[in-house]
C-alpha cells in the first residue's frame, strides 16, 4: 500500500543511512503503581490488584517472547515500585536486550506538584532500579505524561538524556530545559523529545475496568490493528517517528499480542523503517539535530481575559553537542 503524508515541518530530522524513518515498541510496565497512585484503598480490591498483576505475571514474559522471535529490541518504562515488586521481571527484560526506562516511582499524580516534590519521585524511582537491576536510565516517561514545565531541568540534572511525554511533533527534537518558564532563563541545556500520541496508546483502546477507567467499549484487535497499521504507515511515508505505546496488563492479553506481534511484523516489513529503542533515535538525535526548541507558554496571572499572556516558542541553533 502506498500512503502520502505531510511531513513534520517544525521537527526536521534526517535518520542513519539506509533508513527513511523510525518506529519504537515501547511498554510501560505499571502493574499495580497507577491504580494504587489514582486511589490508595484500590490495594483492598483483590480482584482489580490481580487485574494489574497480570501484566508482569503473564504479559511481560509472552511480549519478552513475541519481540526475541521478532528480534526487536523495545523500550520499557518502568516504576520505581514496580521494579522493587518484580525484581526478576525487571532482570528479565534487562536479559532480554532491552532498554529500561524511568516512569516515576509509584505512578504518581504529576499535575500541579513542585519542583521539590517531583525531584523525590525522580530521585527514588532512580535508586529502584539501580538496586534491582544496576540500570540507570536515560529515558523517562511522566505517569500520565504529565510533563511539568520545571521537570525538563529536573531531568537534565540527573542526566537523563531524552524524554517520552509530549505530544507535539510527528519527529523527535531537541528541547530546552528553559522550556519557556521565566524561571528557566539563562540555562541553556537541552534534552531530546521524543513526542507520543494518544491514537498510538493502547489504554485508549483497551482499558477498562469498573470503577477505575475506560467507557466500558474494548475495541477489537483487528480494527486496532488497522488503526495502527494506517499510523505506521503514515509516519513511514512522511519519514517521521511512530512510537508507540504498550501496557503489559493490557496489549498482553492473548489476541492483543497476537495482534500486536503482526502490527510488529508489519513495520518491520517497510522499506527503510528503522526499529529501535527510544534511546538510540534519541542518541541519533543528539548527534545531528542542531536546532534547539523551546516551549510556547500562555501565563494567566488572574481571571481568564485578564493580563493573559503568551510567550511564543523560539528555536535556536547551537552547535552540536
Known amino acids: 500500500m502506498s500512503t502520502s503524508a505531510f511531513a513534520d515541518s517544525q521537527h526536521p530530522i534526517t535518520w542513519p543511512a539506509g533508513f527513511t524513518a523510525a518506529a519504537s515498541f515501547t511498554f510501560d510496565v505499571d502493574a499495580e503503581s497507577c491504580v494504587i497512585a489514582h486511589d490508595p484503598t484500590s490495594t483492598r480490591r483483590m480482584s482489580l490488584m490481580s487485574h494489574q498483576s497480570y501484566g508482569p505475571n503473564v ?16 523500550t520499557f518504562f518502568i516504576p520505581g515500585f514496580t521494579a522493587e515488586s518484580y525484581p526478576d521481571v525487571v532482570r528479565q527484560i534487562v536479559d532480554g536486550g532491552h532498554e529500561v526506562a524511568h516512569h516515576g516511582y509509584l505512578h504518581e499524580p504529576m499535575q500541579g506538584i513542585d519542583a521539590a516534590t517531583e525531584a523525590s519521585y525522580l530521585d527514588r524511582g532512580l535508586e529502584a532500579l539501580e538496586k534491582v537491576a544496576g540500570i540507570r536510565p536515560v529515558g523517562y516517561r511522566a505517569p500520565w505524561w504529565e510533563l511539568n514545565w520545571h521537570s525538563p531541568a529536573l531531568l537534565a540534572d540527573r542526566g537523563f538524556l531524552y ?6 511533533g510527528d519527529a523527535p527534537y531537541r528541547m530546552s530545559v528553559a522550556s519557556g518558564s521565566p524561571s528557566g532563563a539563562g540555562d541553556t541545556r537541552d534534552i531530546v523529545e521524543i513526542p507520543v500520541d494518544w491514537t498510538l496508546d493502547d489504554w485508549e483502546q483497551y482499558a477498562f475496568y469498573p470503577g477505575v477507567t475506560g467507557s466500558g467499549v474494548i475495541e477489537s484487535p483487528a480494527k486496532v490493528l488497522e488503526m495502527w497499521t494506517l499510523e505506521a504507515e503514515a509516519h513511514h511515508s512522511q519519514g517521521s517517528c511512530f512510537v508507540l505505546t504498550n501496557h503489559p496488563f493490557i496489549s498482553g492479553r492473548p489476541s492483543k499480542a497476537v495482534a500486536l506481534e503482526r502490527l510488529i511484523e508489519r ?12 534511546e538510540q533515535i534519541a542518541e541519533h538525535t543528539k548527534a545531528t539535530v542542531s536546532e534547539v526548541h523551546s516551549h510556547a507558554r500562555i501565563e494567566v496571572p488572574a481571571a481568564p481575559g485578564y493580563g493573559a499572556r503568551f510567550v511564543p516558542g523560539q528555536v535556536q541553533v547551537p552547535a552540536l553537542s
Do not use: F, N, Y
Open 59 to 74: 504479559a511481560v514474559p509472552r511480549l519478552l517472547q513475541i519481540l526475541a522471535r521478532q528480534e526487536v529490541r523495545g
Open 163 to 168: 524524554d517520552s511525554s509530549l505530544l507535539d
Open 267 to 278: 513495520v518491520k516489513g517497510m522499506d527503510g523503517m528503522w526499529v529501535t529503542t527510544l
